[in-house]
């Protein structure tokens, strides 16, 4: 379903957003990072007096539940439109629509294909992200030879699918390589993850690698592992920034999480439509907004930032 | 011993009280939920003044078809005192067929055979697991539901398919009345709804799938092919499921593997708000009509209320359920 | 006329059916002449209702043989012995609660409308049904406020009733009632017995299990005396009383009449 | 004895029930004494086992007064009037199929554990159950291979049986059947009516619905005719011939003994 | 008809014949399942090296604690005709409750007793919302569902709690036997399976929750109080829900609002393959722990067996209907 969440409205406070609407758009309501997104959102509309309608879909997927939010955006007549699409083609024709209006439409998180169906686009370059996490745990591995799981989220997922062929790139093999024990589907659920993780490692003793979607996944994967006590012989990826999972990372769970920023997803999305509605140049383009390794054991030639600086910019 | 002509004289051995046509009405199982319509609609629109607009309604309609008619099919399996937890992905496996073929070249109109054929090839799947197996339906459908969302995601090759043809779009179209958008989607939702009312209530094979869903060993009894009437039952739900799947591409012109995955908790509510029993042989097609509007109506409204997220939720799980309460209630009455 | 001289219409030898480790029917014999009003007796368990149930299709004996008119059938369905003209009342009546008395009548051969819209869609004429269903159970002397009533709501009688009214109205061979009068009052009984005899007028044999011993030799050509899964004797109500029948029966007497024997 | 003598044990005071529209009962009036048979009998649909349905809590009449004992008592629900000790017969038997018949036997009063394990946790004495179950059933003359078969397995007289045997073992006060007799033999319904003999030789008195009028005549001390939703007429076995009843019960005559009135 | 002494005498109407024990055995409604359990533990033991193994199998309980933990509830409410969609979410707020006390520096074990009130709490709230206002339990379930986990989502302020308190993890420890790591919460699921089983089995409680599923009507008019006892199912299954949130602890310290998702379809799937009959009355808890394990087994070995995501989807569709079917054939052979 498609929710509305009227935080705005304040319109004491801020300078030249007043008056402004802007909708978000996030693919569940429940997942932490799409809640940090509307937390910020929230926030950054309370200081900038826009007014913010958040909405969502019901589960991963929900090409529907986005589109009637969409629906109920435009008829609402907001300014400007932040969506974390579901996936690169679900909702373009209520873009288009919307666009249509004259409403802003930006992706966050997620892009769109084509890229210009949204006047921009403000994500982490999933690929990129993913690349960094197999860079990182190939070069931890140092001179073994690797032994591959790897936890996924969901299959057919955009990020899922770039995440996973980032790693693979960064990691130096193809799909198909005899170095990959295994893979899985977790839906991103630490539970699942965790049944998913022990029951290949029954087939796999002697894995010492694995790819985690997400932090809750890796967790999953960690807790299979340290049942059986393999903890020492295997280095876990993981990609988020939670504040959770940095934490993880400080308290050696696993080697290395790559952090993302919604926060500044968000920030910059709603900077963009707001000078717009100023009469300002509509946005336009992909806007990386980067990602970093996140590790107490840095690796030669990744550039990557500590635990404590983790701590201080994680979200959630 | 020759009381044939007594009783040709209607002195009935209890009195029949000559309100019938009211009292007929009110135990109309089909008050209850619009009972429970007709006080969400009024509460919106004293509460907000963006839900009472024609527009809004049109909204609400087409934001309805799609559930609507996976809702239809559901209320001919339950009736049959079956349940479908595989209607959302049998739908959607119908859309990648669809879109698949187009968008790899095919024709329009093959590609809309196609994924007719498959959807009604895995209504039939799960009507002869049912009928010659004698399997519980609610095993059957979870594993086909396990089964199509997995081929769905394999056809797919785990990718989306846009569709741009018009033929696969049309439900999406639609004509202008006075200023108010209306798609032929629409009007298809009613149609069926009106073409299966008509089926249920009029003609034999209606009057079967009651029997076999009331009381299935009678039914047997008394000579119905039960197992021929439930089959059917599966299929006609198998080509609607098509329909739907053909809908869901003019509404959103995009065939996702992942889609619709609340597709059978959804048209099952709405078949229950409809007062259709769970336990089959007693319930209507009307009623489901008005079981998904009143979903609809519910997260529209609570939308425009400007409910916030979560509380939206507790609101809607209490909402269905003083929906529910409404229709029990108004049955005691009629009972008594 | 002579029942005597009359052909088998329906014929079983050495019909067995168990259930799990109960054995509900044992090498039973059966035989039905034409035009004839053939009884059924015996203690509650004896195996009545599990025979008429092989005859009807409801049941699929596990051996034994059936045959109409001299030819094996087997009947793997109660549609297949409908198919050939039997028509049976069951004990526990084979109604569908939820609807109407008219569906109820017409279950399975329901009146459709003329023309293409009842050939092709069968559509129902439900006005027919209903003024039809009327009629026939009128003629059972049955009250009933409202044929659109649910059978549910009838009392025990009336629903038996419809039951009645139905096979009445659709036997086209013969005619297999079991206990049904059971729920009936004195009245009711009493045209049911007229019916009966109405069928057999019509040329059409009946089978009539029931427990009143009065009725049964008020209207029985012949009495089938079943026992312990087995038919014990046959009887003709001329020739014994209705306390050797009762003694057959409850086994005090072994079968005077020759175990299977034609009577 | 004269049962004429003795106080009306229940009673009941124009009593009304409707379904809809259909008037299952009118203004009903009932008068059962201390000790005696009374007998209730009425056409099909005559409204007897929605009078007796509201004297057991199973109904809840729409308007009326009943007593026990002459004190007002209302039962809204069978629980009620069971713990007043009034125990019942239902036409529908209410048994639960799937359950076995030592089960349905004691539903809702299980033979418990000595000791703490069956006071507190209620645990079951089940071979005290199935002794017991077998020990009513062989009184009743009725054949039932094994008290663990679930009912549903059972042939209709001995599903009836059952029930039968449960209002017999436990009515303390007074005890209703509704019909006993329908599905049983010859053999077995002799033994239904010893036991309702000896019910009443137990001081109890029994209410007994039945359309065997002859079974009526030979064991009611008095005769409640229910007509179009009311009491028409009671009478007494001696002073009326089964004739006169029929005819009161079928409107050919009306009411001799006067409507309502004590015979 | 002095036949007292006849039929005393045992010569039954039908010859009973006296192989009864082996008989009683093969209608035992649970070889259906236990078949399907031996055959897919042989299959996946031929075709796979590394299933069978004693360390195999002890994960494989440990992974099917909680959700044979939230089956048995389900049990529960399915043999009185009803259905539970809400225990998932319904656990894993009690999940919420106990962390979040607990990382708020509070006592673990009011921590427990807070968690264990609630999920009885909603038990109690649904039971009660079947058996005063004589709604569907669907219906009440799935608006109990929505309305739980929104109510988890606000009250964790969507967050994960993790958990490091020794009491509230205490079923994920264990002891070590012969090399091979056997959980508490194996022994305590065990514990209630048998419990439940005593409980249904062998008191007056468990038969009244038999007759209240198998015929309603009947069991009211035997005087049952057929609300007490259904009432008293849904508090039952609401306990069984916080201990299922307790187990889920141990097997996982980290609360999330978000876990258990599929908890409801997953334990109706297990009670439905344990041979449990969804229009109650009809089943046995003994099934349920099989059909649990069965479902653990599959998933185990086909990730064993090395097969791709997407077509061990495929293969576990297939093999749940497999399952049941065998269920229904050992029915029919029985049934002859
Ligand atoms: N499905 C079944 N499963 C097990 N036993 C059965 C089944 N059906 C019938 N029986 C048993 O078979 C025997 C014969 O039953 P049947 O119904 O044929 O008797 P009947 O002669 O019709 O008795 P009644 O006069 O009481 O109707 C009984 O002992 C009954 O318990
Ligand atoms: N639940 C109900 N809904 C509607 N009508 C009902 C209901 N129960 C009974 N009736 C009607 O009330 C009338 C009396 O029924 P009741 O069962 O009391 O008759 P009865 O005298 O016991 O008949 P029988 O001898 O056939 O058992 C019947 O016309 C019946 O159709
Ligand atoms: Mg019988
Ligand atoms: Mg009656």
Redesign the pocket.
């Given at each position: 379903g498609s929710d509305a969440e009227p935080d705005g409205g304040d319109t004491s406070s801020g300078g030249g957003a007043e008056g402004v609407s802007i909708g978000l758009i996030t693919k569940t309501e429940t997942n932490p990072f799409f809640v940090t997104m509307r937390e910020v959102a929230a926030e950054y509309a309370d200081e900038q007096g826009v007014e913010l309608t958040a909405l969502a879909g019901a589960f991963d997927g929900d090409n529907e539940g986005q589109v009637q939010a969409m629906e109920d955006l435009i008829a609402r007549g907001v300014d400007g439109i932040m969506i974390t699409p579901n996936n690169s083609t679900g909702v373009l024709g209520a873009i288009e629509q919307a666009r249509a209006q004259g409403i802003v439409v930006i992706a966050l998180d997620t892009a769109t294909d084509p890229e210009d169906a949204v006047d921009a686009t403000f994500a982490t370059d999933n690929l990129e992200a993913g690349r960094l996490q197999g860079a990182y745990v190939r070069a931890a591995l140092g001179d073994e030879e690797p032994a591959l799981i790897m936890l996924d989220g969901t299959a057919g997922g955009t990020v899922d699918t770039f995440r996973h062929d980032g790693f693979l790139d960064g990691f130096g093999i193809e799909e198909g390589d005899a170095a990959i024990l295994g893979m899985e589907n977790t839906q991103g659920d630490q539970n699942n993850a965790q049944t998913a993780m022990e029951n290949l490692l029954q087939r796999n003793p002697d894995v010492n690698a694995v790819y985690t979607i997400n932090e809750p996944a890796a967790r999953g994967a960690y807790a299979a592992l340290e049942a059986q006590g393999l903890t020492d012989q295997v280095v876990i990826g993981s990609i988020d920034g939670g504040c959770q999972g940095v934490q993880d990372v400080a308290d050696g769970r696993y080697a290395a999480t790559v952090m993302q920023f919604p926060a500044e997803m968000v920030r910059q999305g709603m900077d963009a439509i707001v000078e717009a509605a100023g009469g300002g140049e509509p946005p336009s383009g992909f806007v990386d907004t980067g990602s970093i390794v996140i590790t107490d054991d840095p690796v030669e030639g990744i550039d990557s930032e500590t635990t404590e600086w983790g701590l201080e910019n994680c979200w959630g | 011993m020759s009381a044939t002509s007594e009783s040709g004289a209607g002195a009935?051995?209890?009195a029949v009280v000559r309100r019938e046509r009211l009292g007929r009405a009110l135990r109309n199982p089909v008050i209850g939920p619009l009972g429970a319509l007709v006080i969400a609609i009024v509460v919106f629109t004293l509460t907000t003044d963006t839900f009472a607009t024609v527009g809004n309604a049109s909204l609400i309609l087409q934001q309805s078809i799609v559930i609507g008619t996976l809702a239809l099919g559901q209320t001919l399996i339950i009736l049959t005192a079956g349940i479908d937890l595989a209607n959302g992905a049998i739908a959607v496996l119908g859309t990648i067929v669809m879109a698949k073929h187009v968008v790899n070249g095919g024709d329009p109109l093959l590609a809309l055979v196609l994924g007719l054929a498959i959807t009604m090839l895995l209504g039939t799947v799960s009507g002869l697991l049912v009928t010659r197996l004698g399997l519980p339906p609610f095993i059957v459908t979870l594993g086909i539901l396990t089964v199509t969302y997995a081929l769905a995601r394999l056809y797919a090759e785990s990718r989306s398919y846009p569709v741009a043809d018009r033929l696969l779009r049309i439900w999406g179209e639609g004509t202008t009345v006075a200023g108010v958008r209306i798609t032929w989607g629409t009007f298809l939702l009613l149609g069926l709804f009106a073409l299966f009312w008509f089926m249920l209530g009029r003609t034999a094979w209606g009057r079967h799938v009651y029997a076999v869903g009331n009381a299935p060993e009678a039914a047997r009894l008394t000579g119905i092919n039960t197992r021929r009437t439930v089959l059917s039952v599966y299929v006609a739900a198998g080509a609607l499921y098509g329909i739907a799947a053909w809908q869901a591409l003019g509404r959103i012109p995009n065939a996702d593997p992942n889609a619709y995955q609340t597709g059978n908790l959804d048209s099952i509510t709405a078949v229950v708000i409809g007062g259709t029993s769970l336990f089959g042989g007693r319930g209507s097609v009307i009623g489901t009509l008005i079981g998904t509007l009143v979903v609809g109506v519910l997260r529209s409204g609570l939308t425009q209320a400007g409910i916030d997220n979560l509380y939206q939720d507790v609101a809607t799980g209490v909402l269905v359920i003083v929906a529910v309460s409404l229709d029990q209630i108004s049955r005691r009455r009629a009972?008594r | 006329m002579n029942v005597d001289d009359r052909a088998p219409v329906l014929e079983a030898r050495a019909l067995s059916k168990s259930y799990g480790h109960v054995r509900a029917m044992s090498e039973a014999d059966f035989e039905l002449r034409a035009g004839e009003v053939l009884a059924v007796v015996g203690d509650n368990g004896a195996g009545k209702s599990t025979l008429i149930k092989a005859l009807s299709g409801a049941v699929v004996p596990d051996s034994g043989e059936i045959r109409m008119n001299g030819e094996p059938v087997t009947f793997r369905s109660p549609l297949e012995a409908r198919q050939r003209g039997i028509e049976t009342v069951y004990q526990d009546l084979a109604v569908a609660p939820a609807l109407d008395i008219a569906s109820n009548l017409f279950l399975g051969r329901e009146i459709r409308r003329s023309g293409i819209a009842g050939r092709l869609f069968r559509v129902l004429d439900g006005g027919a049904m209903r003024t039809e269903a009327k009629r026939q159970l009128d003629a059972l002397g049955v009250?009933?406020?409202d044929v659109r009533?649910p059978v549910?709501?009838?009392?025990?009688?009336?629903?038996?009733s419809v039951a009645v009214a139905r096979a009445a109205a659709f036997g086209t061979r013969l005619v297999i009632m079991d206990e049904p009068t059971a729920?009936?009052?004195v009245r009711e009984s009493g045209m049911v017995l007229d019916l009966i005899r109405r069928i057999r007028d019509r040329g059409l044999p009946v089978v009539l299990i029931s427990h009143n011993m009065p009725q049964v030799f008020e209207i029985a050509d012949r009495i089938h005396i079943h026992r312990l899964g087995r038919r014990a004797a046959v009887v003709r109500p001329g020739e014994s009383s209705m306390r050797e029948v009762v003694e057959i029966m409850t086994g005090a007497t072994e079968a005077a009449a020759g175990t299977g024997g034609p009577a």
């Open positions: - | 009935p051995p209890a009972a | 009250r009933i406020p009533q549910e709501t009838l009392s025990g009688g009336q629903r038996q729920a009936l009052g």
